[in-house]
């Protein structure tokens, strides 16, 4: 077996220009592959289907920082632009076992199937009050700037109790927080004023409670399940990076994948096809998610012919593993919401990390879609496919915009 410290690493592009070339080079190398986060900081990659459902569940590999051995020998500075990521503060992303369960619960008794069910109406309305702003004779826009963008931020800010004035600034920060071009010098200060943020938001909340997350948790520390306060400011800071960035991309994504493939369009709006099947092929072929950050191996983790040696570093690369043959046929590599697959994808995780705000996605892009197709059948790209752009975020398959003809 080998361990990696000799291999050549795949840089992955810090610019994205081809995540589906990256992708299927990453199949290519193995179950296993060496890889390079920008910054020049090694880290291993499961790019295979069935291979990242175990790892997944492993418990060998843990969230817990001090793990890794470059961070223990100072080799990841401080201002590293994913440091966000890697190191996001005390929340259920980044502990295991009975501390996760007890974070996890405590956000699932939170986040209840009522609460999420409740949001289909508050959804349906900005949806509709969204889609009213359109150019009522047609035209041009950038459907991810005035609708996929805007939505999920109203929602999760209605979610987590966040005031709607605090958004223009938040959406500024989260680009930096994601963004592989962030300037050194600008790294801390970003993080540092995220946590401003939500502090200010979890002590006003404190102050006059109301009906949304944030309240909720804080209501969980106050009748004795020991939630610090530092574990709700970063499990909402979590909550509202996750739950506006997914849905984004799972929108955006849908969109492109109906434009350049017709004729699945032409099923989905006679009737044909479920929009559940646009969502699902969509999160399975163009996830939103392109890698995911960062778990570390406690002890040597064999993976095929090569072994996670103890103390490296692990990322799942979601964008590679959803397009992997072995798992959903010959024809992986192919957008078909007709597709009838034995192994479901696993864009929203697996395992003990699965993504608690799954539901609340899907449900956004199931009211989301349906409606901006019906108000606009014709809607279609402004521009070729191939000039749309990808934001320098690995960790995100993000545009920088979607010019749309509506009609």
């Known amino acids: 077996m080998t361990t990696g410290t000799e291999e050549a690493h795949i840089p992955l592009d810090p610019f994205v220009t081809d995540l589906d070339g990256e992708g299927a080079r990453l199949r290519a190398a193995g179950p296993l592959a060496a890889v390079e986060l920008p910054g020049g900081v090694p880290v291993w990659a499961v790019t295979h289907h069935a291979e990242a459902k175990a790892l997944l569940t492993d418990p060998r590999l ?64 900005l949806t509709g009050r969204l889609l009213d702003d ?8 950038d459907l991810k700037a005035v609708f996929a963008y805007p939505l999920p931020m109203y929602v999760v800010a209605d979610l987590m109790g966040i005031e709607e004035a605090r958004l223009p600034r938040l959406k500024v920060l989260f680009e930096k927080f994601f963004s592989t071009q962030t300037p050194p010098e600008e790294v801390l200060a970003t993080l540092t004023e995220l946590a401003s943020i939500m502090a200010e ?66 099923l989905v709006l006679a009737g044909k096809a479920e929009w559940s099947a646009v969502i699902e092929e969509t999160l399975r ?11 570390f191996a406690t002890e040597d983790v064999p993976v095929g012919d090569r072994v996670i040696p103890a103390g490296d570093a692990l990322i799942v690369s ?13 024809t992986a590599g192919a957008f078909d919401i007709t597709r009838a697959s034995e192994n479901r994808h696993i864009s929203f995780g697996h395992g003990p990390h699965v993504c608690p705000g799954a539901a609340l996605s899907r449900l956004e892009a199931g009211v989301a879609l349906p409606a901006l197709y019906a108000r606009f059948p014709e809607l279609d790209l402004a521009v070729p496919a191939a000039e749309l752009r990808n934001k320098p975020v690995v ?13």
């Open 62 to 125: 843990v969230k817990d920082i001090n793990v890794w051995g470059a961070w223990r020998r100072g080799e990841i500075p401080a201002d590293w632009p994913l440091i966000g990521l890697a190191n996001p503060g005390r929340s259920m992303l980044t502990v295991d076992g009975a501390e996760h369960r007890r974070l996890r619960t405590l956000v699932a008794q939170a986040l209840t199937v009522r609460r999420v069910e409740h949001m289909r109406e508050r959804i349906t309305e």
């Open 134 to 141: 359109f150019p009522a004779d047609g035209g041009v826009v």
């Open 201 to 266: 938001t979890v002590a006003a909340k404190r102050a006059a409670p109301g009906d949304d997350l944030t309240s909720a948790l804080i209501e969980a520390s106050e009748n004795g399940d020991h939630l610090t306060d530092e574990e709700i400011v970063s499990t909402l800071q979590l909550m509202v990076a996750a739950g506006h960035e997914t849905t984004i991309s799972l929108i955006v994504n849908a969109v492109v994948n109906l434009s350049t493939h017709p004729e699945q369009r032409d």
């Open 285 to 295: 072929w163009s996830t939103p998610t392109s890698h995911v950050l960062i778990r």
């Open 318 to 330: 979601y964008g590679a593993l959803g397009r992997d043959e072995r798992a959903h046929g010959a």
């Open 395 to 407: 960790t995100q398959n993000d545009l920088f915009e979607l010019p749309v003809k509506l009609a």
